[in-house]
DNA sequence: GGTAGACCTGGACGC
DNA sequence: GCGTCCAGGTCTACC
């Protein structure tokens, strides 16, 4: 029998909702389990890697159950990790905030959107989510749980960093992001990126945004995408989705750099929070088609 | 500062 | 079954 967590959570957390709100939460080593509505996934911990399951016990309270014994150590590192991927550091408070500007979602209390327990993890999957169709984007992340990670969990950025560029391409299909991967990987163990810095309330917008552009694999649309998983929802993440649902939902006309201009004075009224608003209303779209997204298959 | 073309893969399509 | 085309952002070279 292995080690049980029971975590706090804000009174307004809803693991359903709050988990699967963004695309993240099916890739690999994620998985949300729709008859028993809890989150698998593998912690690459201290000691080895560990198996979690994670339950709403009840609201604002959240019970994780493990597949094996872990340390104390291990115990805050998975604190930590859950309360990042679950957003758990997002008050009621700074929900409120970003309802008053856009009260569409205060009756649903939507605003968290789900993330990686690691900011690597999240450049990672951002690099591979570019240039592709989705279903690519989920094999190269289950490639590379498999190939590279420790019993399917995500890989360290170590591992990446030591990885061949041919492996990466030939087992993982991530073709070439190869090298950019393993550069990315080496600027995480080298500590050029500086996650204290980049989520520092002080450090200005502008000042992250011109630094991810500087990360190989790294253009427009994947540094404003990296913002708000780091919790910076300034920034609109421009991508062909985002001029479809411009063109389709807000009924937007001319050519994609006309769209652009229209979309960013669509969102320019929700100002800090741009990205919610429009993820929100994306997510609030793929729901309308396919159902709620706690019960998709 | 703007633009064209290469990069790689999977899927759709025509033959 | 094979070849061709297209979608999807980033990067580099060039103007």
Known sequence: MG?????????????????CSYGYFRLAPDRWDVPTQTLHTIFDLADGPARA??????PGRLNVAFDRVISRLEQREARAKIARM????????????????????KDSGRGRIFRSPTLFQDVVRTVTSCNVTW??????????????????????E???ARARAGTLRGRCRVGYRDQRLIDLAKMFVAGVVNEHWLEDPGTPDEAVYKFLLTLPGVG????SNIMQLLGRYSRLAIDSELVRHGKS?????GDDRQVIRQLHAHYEPFGPHKFRSYWLEMWAGYEARLGPAWQWD
């Open 249 to 253: 939902a807000l009924g937007f006309v």
């Open 158 to 160: 170590g591992r990446l």
């Open 3 to 19: 080690t049980r967590l029971s975590i706090v959570a804000p009174a307004d957390y809803r693991l359903a909702r709050d988990v």
């Open 135 to 156: 279903p690519s984007t989920v094999y190269m992340n289950r490639r590379l749980c498999e190939v590279l990670g420790r019993s399917g969990a995500f890989p360290r």
């Open 220 to 223: 427009p649309y994947a540094a």
């Open 86 to 105: 679950l957003r758990l550091n997002e008050t009621e408070a700074d929900l409120a905030a970003f309802h008053a500007i856009d009260p569409r979602w």
């Open 53 to 58: 399951h994670i339950a709403e016990a009840k």
